[in-house]
């Protein structure tokens, strides 16, 4: 009988011991979910995100974001520039976001007519001094357009340029957002002016002779040349598309520019090749809602 009530007690002793390791042990385990779900909640908070509304812009590029043409017969027109310019009748991305009064002192302009992707990481380094909330990025048409199309720049070494660049921004500012538009379809402009005889021999001056040399030609071998240019502007845009999206804070426009319809409205009088006043207007528009929404365009 003794014998029979001490293994009871010692049945009773270890079934305790028992139940209290396996709530020990769910403790332990909760406690560690717990942490996990913290851990998990401070790695997505601490992800950085897409802020609407920067404080500051700063512009680089080409002479699309010079505003080449849009005022003058070959000659730089800055305040009229779709980023960073001044004219009400534009509107520019950055009147639209920080108000006309602040485009003077919170915005700049490093853009430079003629420029290649070569020259991005240069123009980066002087926005990046200014640390500015956002950084907008045109460029890619000079690297098409060139004397010939066997010149153009290969789709690796834009690719190496424009990681160097984006590498260069972020050693210097590593939270200013980049705002990526895509390259203009080269072709579009070409059928906008090819049948005005006073565009083509403003054409003959040298500009974009890849897609705008002999312009009335219907030939094979010229219209082979203009599809190498347009497709080598397509791979152009998804580079630029691949690049961005391997950064937290660039935003690729998902090639809006490249899609829009540019006419005869849109175009320079002087060259129907760049952006007029109501063309910039248009693509302030298109980086204004591209850089105020939600998400990025997919």
């Not at 505003?67 to 639209?96: I, K, M, Q, Y």
């Not at 080269?186 to 002779?209: A, F, N, T, Y």
Request: with cysteine.
């Amino acid at each position: 009988m003794r014998t029979t009530v001490a293994r009871r007690r010692v049945r009773r002793t270890v079934t305790g011991v028992g139940v209290a390791a396996a709530v020990l042990a769910a403790t332990v385990t909760g406690c560690d979910d717990g942490g996990s779900s913290k851990a998990g909640e401070r790695g997505a908070q601490a992800k950085p995100r897409w802020n609407p509304a920067p404080a500051s812009v700063a512009a680089v590029g080409d002479s699309i974001t010079r505003g080449f043409d849009a005022c003058s017969v070959l000659a730089d027109c800055p305040e009229v520039s779709w980023a960073t310019g001044s004219d009400p009748a534009v509107n520019s991305l950055a009147a639209r976001l920080l108000g006309e009064a602040q485009v003077p002192a919170r915005s700049w302009n490093y853009a430079v007519t003629g420029s290649r992707m070569a020259d991005l990481p240069g123009q980066l380094a002087e926005a990046a001094e200014h640390k500015p909330g956002l950084v907008t990025v045109m460029v890619g048409s000079n690297d098409a357009c060139r004397p010939t199309a066997s010149s153009m720049t290969s789709v690796a070494d834009f690719r190496a340029e424009f990681e160097q660049a984006l590498k260069g921004l972020r050693a210097a500012s590593p939270e200013s957002q980049v705002y990526v538009s895509s390259v203009p379809d080269l072709q579009r402009l070409w059928e906008q002016g090819k049948d005005s005889p006073m565009v083509r021999q403003v054409w003959k001056l040298g500009i974009c002779q890849s897609m705008l040399a002999e312009p009335l030609a219907a030939d094979t071998g010229a219209t082979a040349r203009r599809e190498k240019v347009r497709a080598r502007v397509v791979e152009y845009n998804e580079v630029l598309r691949q690049v961005c999206a391997a950064d937290a804070l660039c935003r690729y426009d998902g090639g809006a520019v490249f899609q829009y319809p540019f006419g005869a409205e849109q175009l320079s009088h002087w060259d129907w090749f760049h952006p007029g006043r109501d063309g910039q207007a248009r693509l302030a528009e298109l980086a204004h809602r591209q850089v105020t929404a939600a998400e990025p365009p997919r």
